[in-house]
C-alpha cells in the first residue's frame, strides 16, 4: 500500500477556472477528509465522508466547492469560478473504522490561482 | 467553538538535546483526543503522538512524550534525544470524542529547526 494519493501534487490556474482534485485513499479505507491549509496556518476542515455518504461539511464549503465519493472509493474536490483566495494546499485524509483511528494524510494539492 | 493554540511559531534545538512545544485548547467538552502531528517540508503530514482525555497517564512514544494537564487545558510535547530528522513543522489537534463531528481542530503550527 502507498499511503493516500493525491493528484495533481501542483496545479496552476487563472480565476474563475474550474478545477478539480482527486484524493485516493488507503485501500478500505471507510473515511475519506478533506483540509485546506493555507500559508502559516494549520490544516482546516472541509468536508468528511464516510463510504460514499458525505456526513460533515464545514462553512468554509462555500456553494462554490463540491465534494464526491463515489462508490466510497476514492473523491474529487471540485472548485468552480476560483479566486486568489481559493489559492492554498488541499490535504486529503483518510482512516478505517471508528473516531479512534488514526488519519493518514496524503501530500497535498497545492492550488495556486492566478 | 474549539479552538487550539501554538503560542511558539518557531523553535529550535541542539541535536541529541531537549525541546518542549506548548499547545492549548479550548473546549467545553469532557471526552475528546489530542494528537501531535509532524509535517516535513514537502511531505505529508504523520501522527507523532496521540492521547485520550479520559486517560491520566501522559502518552509516550520512543523520543516524544506529552505532558497533559486537563484541568489546564494545555498539551505540550517534550522531544528528547532530539535529531536532525526531526525537523519540522508540529501541529497540536483536537477532535471531540462524542458530539458527531470528526473534524480535527489544528493549532497554527511550531516550526521546529534542529541545529547540528
Known amino acids: 500500500d502507498t499511503g493516500v494519493s493525491q493528484n495533481p501534487r501542483h496545479k496552476i490556474t487563472k480565476r474563475g477556472q474550474n478545477v478539480t482534485f482527486r484524493c485516493d485513499p488507503i485501500?478500505?479505507?471507510?473515511?475519506l477528509y478533506w483540509y485546506r491549509q493555507t500559508l502559516g496556518q494549520g490544516p482546516e476542515f472541509l468536508t468528511y465522508?464516510?463510504?460514499?455518504?458525505?456526513?460533515?461539511k464545514s462553512r468554509l464549503l462555500s456553494d462554490r466547492f463540491s465534494a464526491e465519493r463515489p462508490k466510497g472509493s476514492f473523491s474529487t474536490l471540485e472548485i468552480q469560478r476560483t479566486e486568489q483566495g481559493d489559492s492554498a494546499m488541499y490535504l486529503c485524509?483518510?482512516?478505517?473504522?471508528?473516531?479512534?483511528?488514526?488519519?493518514?494524510f496524503g501530500q497535498g494539492t497545492r492550488l495556486t490561482v492566478v | 467553538a474549539q479552538t487550539v493554540t501554538q503560542s511558539q511559531p518557531e523553535m529550535s534545538v541542539q541535536e541529541a538535546e531537549t525541546v518542549t512545544l506548548s499547545c492549548t485548547y479550548d473546549?467545553?467538552?469532557?471526552?475528546?483526543?489530542l494528537f501531535w502531528y509532524k509535517q516535513p517540508p514537502s511531505r505529508q503530514m504523520i501522527l507523532v503522538i496521540r492521547?485520550?482525555?479520559?486517560?491520566?497517564q501522559n502518552a509516550t512514544e520512543n523520543r516524544f512524550s506529552v505532558n497533559f494537564q486537563k484541568a489546564a487545558k494545555s498539551f505540550s510535547l517534550k522531544i528528547s534525544d532530539s535529531q536532525l530528522g526531526d525537523a519540522a513543522m508540529y501541529f497540536c489537534?483536537?477532535?471531540?470524542?462524542?458530539?458527531?463531528?470528526?473534524?480535527?481542530?489544528f493549532g497554527k503550527g511550531t516550526k521546529l529547526t534542529v541545529n547540528p
Open positions: 485524509a483518510s482512516s478505517w473504522g471508528d473516531t479512534e483511528a488514526e488519519a493518514f
Open positions: 485501500s478500505e479505507h471507510n473515511r
Open positions: 465522508f464516510q463510504n460514499e455518504a458525505q456526513l460533515e
Open positions: 473546549t467545553s467538552e469532557s471526552d475528546y483526543y
Open positions: 492521547q485520550e482525555a479520559y486517560k491520566q
Open positions: 489537534a483536537y477532535r471531540p470524542l462524542q458530539g458527531g463531528s470528526e473534524k480535527l481542530v
